[in-house]
């Protein structure tokens, strides 16, 4: 049990360490979920009204709407990146030294995505703070409810990333899951628009948003920063995470030799 | 039960294509043996299974007497490996580099960091420890790789062409130091290499072309009065 500790706080630790060393990735991080929230929002904020549904008891500015949905671009963004940089660190050879160290594989790959969605939570609580400073408050103790969804969250949007990096033979084809997951899964879910609103264009594109999980995990960070309790979208993130996570556990399984290559 | 490496009818393909076929070899304890191959021998196939980055269902690994496919973690833990690709985290030091790789293997603490230091120390580099990885030579970040490789004290070490990249004298320093290891310590060693002056006479070589072993035995018996270039070109069909 302690080697797998062991291993684990290393793995942390050394994403941590990274990210101390990529400050400009930090930054540019952060740059992306404001610039949606001062500039996107304010241009909308006048054309898309708001009803009161839950779990606001009031109206709000759309602003205030779209900041779960920002933390889950985060989240979303930085799952993303980081098996980006699993297929980089596969072409190079880190990953191989990772995969060869004397434990289960499919531990070592949940160190690595704990330790990346650590980072991802910790950037998400700097754009809360920035949104905070920008009147954009929560519940009080949302902030801290908000941790275990934040969590799961970002535990699925990891999991999705490390199944994709070990399906994605090159870095190049990495492009091509930008634009076919990353903005469609965005987009095609609750972060910038309520479903209702949706459903008022088109029922068809409500009923997609309405299984992507990314709207699950987004409206799992919303309740809880409301202190609301929302297990529909608990149960969506968390079966979501675990078939990504099992997928990835395939893609990554030395027999099934997803990671192959020409030698 | 035996400290050395043993590969038994091991055969591997990519879809049709076969990237080994039948592949067999046993090295003794000790023993520093030369897998001498072309480039597209087979050789990186060969380390993708031997590292269990992949597996075939065909044939069996053996390390330090551990069935890799059995018990791939008993196997994986006596075993050093120094990829050809550089696997170092450039913006962390030297010694941060090692302390990973050994919590990897369940080291930590104090005895970790004796070992990082005895293994430092073995490859020359001590005095570097607090350097960051970014600030090294090809040669010395070689090194590291080699100390890193034998941290937790493995009894294989694997080296996949090992000095790829590296200038006349830094292959010929690394290529010493491993075979100086071999001899004091008592590793067994795999080099995988394409080079024909990085084997020595006293070398056991296993000669893989087009995924088949074409010869192996003592360097100087199979050479015999030929260079060993000559002796391998004449073998691979002058595929160098």
Same mark, same amino acid.
């Given at each position: 049990m302690m080697r797998y500790l062991t291993a684990l706080r290393a793995i942390v630790l050394r994403e941590a360490l990274r990210f101390v060393h990529q400050r400009e990735r930090f930054i540019a991080a952060l740059v992306r979920p404001l610039v949606w929230l001062l500039v996107f929002a304010a241009g909308f904020r006048a054309a898309l009204g708001l009803s009161i549904i839950p779990p606001y008891q009031t109206y709000i500015t759309y602003e205030t709407y779209i900041v779960p949905g920002l933390c889950g671009m985060v989240l979303l963004f930085n799952g993303m990146q980081s098996s980006l940089s699993l297929v980089y660190d596969r072409e190079t050879g880190s990953m191989r030294l990772l995969l060869t160290a004397p434990l289960p594989r499919g531990w070592l790959l949940f160190c690595k995505l704990l330790g990346t969605t650590a980072i991802s939570i910790l950037q998400v609580y700097t =754009? !809360? @703070? #920035? /949104? %905070?400073? =920008? &009147? #954009?408050? +929560?519940?009080? $103790? &949302? %902030? #801290? /409810? /908000? @941790?275990? /969804? $934040? +969590?799961?969250? &970002? !535990? +699925? $949007?990891? *999991? @999705? &990333? @490390? *199944? !994709?990096?070990?399906f994605i033979k090159q870095l190049e084809n990495f492009a091509g899951v930008m634009n076919f997951v990353i903005f469609p899964m965005f987009f095609l879910s609750s972060a910038l628009y309520p479903l209702w609103k949706m459903a008022e264009s088109s029922p068809l594109l409500r009923d997609i948003c309405a299984v992507n999980p990314f709207t699950h995990a987004v409206e799992l960070i919303r309740f809880a920063l409301y202190l609301e309790w929302n297990p529909w979208a608990l149960l969506w993130t968390v079966v979501a995470g675990a078939i990504f996570m099992a997928l990835a556990l395939w893609g990554y399984d030395p027999a099934r030799g997803m990671i192959k290559r020409k030698g | 039960m035996s400290n050395g490496l043993r590969v038994e009818s091991l055969t591997f393909s990519y879809g049709s294509k076969k990237a080994l076929n039948n592949v067999s070899f046993d090295i003794a304890p000790g023993r520093f043996a030369a897998l001498l191959g072309p480039n597209g021998a087979g050789k990186s196939t060969l380390f993708g299974l031997l590292t269990r980055l992949f597996t075939s269902?065909?044939?069996?690994?053996?390390?330090a007497g551990q069935e890799l496919a059995r018990n791939p973690r008993q196997a994986l833990g006596q075993m050093g490996v120094v990829f050809q690709s550089q696997t170092l985290d450039l913006d962390l030091t030297i010694r941060q580099n090692l302390t990973y790789f050994a919590a990897l293997h369940g080291l930590s603490g104090k005895s970790a960091a004796i070992r990082i230091d005895s293994a430092l120390e073995r490859l020359g580099i001590q005095d570097r420890a607090g350097e960051k990885a970014r600030g090294l030579n090809g040669g010395h970040r070689r090194r590291t790789e080699i100390a890193r490789a034998l941290v937790h004290n493995p009894k294989v070490l694997l080296l996949d062409e090992a000095t790829v990249g590296l200038d006349a004298a830094a292959r010929q320093s690394i290529t010493d130091h491993v075979h100086q290891l071999c001899a004091d310590d008592g590793l067994t060693v795999l080099w995988a290499t394409h080079l024909t002056d990085e084997v020595y006479d006293s070398d056991r070589l296993v000669v893989l072309h087009q995924g088949q072993i074409l010869a192996d035995g003592e360097c100087a018996d199979l050479r015999g009065d030929q260079t060993l270039k000559d002796y391998f070109l004449a073998k691979t069909g002058g595929a160098e």
């Open positions: =754009f !809360l @703070l #920035i /949104a %905070y400073f =920008f &009147g #954009i408050e +929560m519940e009080p $103790l &949302g %902030y #801290i /409810a /908000a @941790l275990p /969804a $934040l +969590m799961l969250s &970002g !535990l +699925m $949007l990891g *999991a @999705l &990333g @490390l *199944a !994709l990096s070990s | 269902s065909d044939g069996k690994i053996y390390v």
